[in-house]
């Protein structure tokens, strides 16, 4: 199969981690990213909650991880003691500055990773204690601050930091995953290509959606946070499927803010996973999802798929 120093290190039969994504990442997908040789992640995103991540932890076998945001895990008082409780081999936390989560990682034995999207916060990371940072294209999906591609990030946090370096963002077919392993990354932390896959908590709807989708269909927003009044930092928007409230809005955040129609129209969108005006979070790779494959032969092709790239070149 394939592996790098970083997976079997971690004891992993491939080099994959799905991307911890609220909402679509929960138990089921976490397992069958584990049972195909990968770390599989458990995400908990913006309206997480200890029951909510109770409800997942009831589906997950084998080993997994756990990854939180920030400014929620801080709301939601005892989020990170239960994640902590449930013994993940990974915790991973995003979208903060305050590091006192990674002493109680260590203590409890677990090992720590964290999104940085430039060389600086790389280091700032390591400083902290983190173990594995997350090297976050601006190509990604979902929440993040859009500051380098993929390609160049990974090369200034290589050059930055000596832990082990996992890449985000486009990470989506064997060609994209066997870029950052030659490149140096420990694997790759993939999302929106698991996203598509039916263990995922992802709606019919919104997988038809996103395996239809180009990879010149994606828009970065903060449209839907502004809307449904979340407590996103304005440096994180979020690269989502274009569609008519992306459109309408954007540009006109401070109009919608004061808009309680435009939140009641969201709420009910989201409801009927109507995709005209709910949010279906796609990085750019979203153009390489052609069909609705399971985890494990999504991973299976990636892996077989990279390995064959990369030893083009070995002889
Ligand atoms: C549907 C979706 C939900 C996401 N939710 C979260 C989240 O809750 N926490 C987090 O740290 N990152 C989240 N992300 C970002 C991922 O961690 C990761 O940066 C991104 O998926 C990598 O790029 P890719 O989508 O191109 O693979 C989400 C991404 C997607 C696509």
């Not at 996103?210 to 809307?227: C, K, M, N, S, Y």
């Not at 954007?250 to 109507?274: G, M, S, V």
């Amino acid at each position: 199969m394939l592996s790098t120093p970083w997976s079997r290190g971690f004891g992993l039969q491939v080099p994959i981690v799905n991307a911890p994504m609220g909402g679509v990442a929960g138990g089921r997908l976490a397992a069958a990213v584990t049972a195909a040789g990968g770390l599989g992640m458990i995400g908990m995103g913006s309206t997480a909650t200890r029951a909510s991540l109770a409800e997942q932890l009831r589906q997950v076998a084998g080993r997994f991880g756990i990854g939180l945001v920030d400014w929620v895990m801080r709301r939601e008082v005892g989020l990170l003691e239960d994640a902590l409780a449930a013994e993940p081999v990974l915790l991973s936390v995003s979208f903060g500055t305050d590091w006192s989560w990674v002493v109680k990682a260590r203590d409890a034995g677990i090992a720590t990773a964290t999104q940085v999207y430039d060389g600086a916060g790389a280091r700032r990371a390591v400083d902290a204690g983190v173990d594995i940072v997350v090297a976050r294209g601006a190509e990604g999906g979902g929440h993040g601050e859009v500051r380098l591609g993929t390609l160049p990030l990974l090369d200034a946090v290589l050059e930055a930091v000596s832990v082990p370096v996992l890449a985000g963002g486009g990470v989506a077919s064997a060609r994209s995953l066997a870029a950052v392993l030659a490149a140096g990354a420990g694997g790759a932390w993939v999302g929106t290509r698991l996203a598509a896959c039916p263990e995922a908590l992802t709606g019919e709807s919104t997988r038809r959606a996103l395996i239809a989708a180009r990879g010149t269909e994606t828009r970065v927003t903060r449209v839907f946070d502004v809307a449904a009044g979340l407590a996103w930092p304005r440096r994180y928007p979020s690269r989502v499927l274009s569609n008519d409230f992306v459109e309408r809005w954007t540009e006109r955040e401070n109009e919608l803010a004061a808009d309680p129609a435009a939140r009641r129209e969201l709420t009910a969108a989201i409801a009927a996973e109507d995709l005209r005006v709910a949010p279906v979070d796609a990085g750019q790779g979203v153009g390489m999802i052609g069909d609705d494959a399971s985890a494990g032969e999504v991973i299976a092709n990636m892996c077989s798929g990279a390995r064959s790239l990369l030893t083009r070149w070995g002889a």
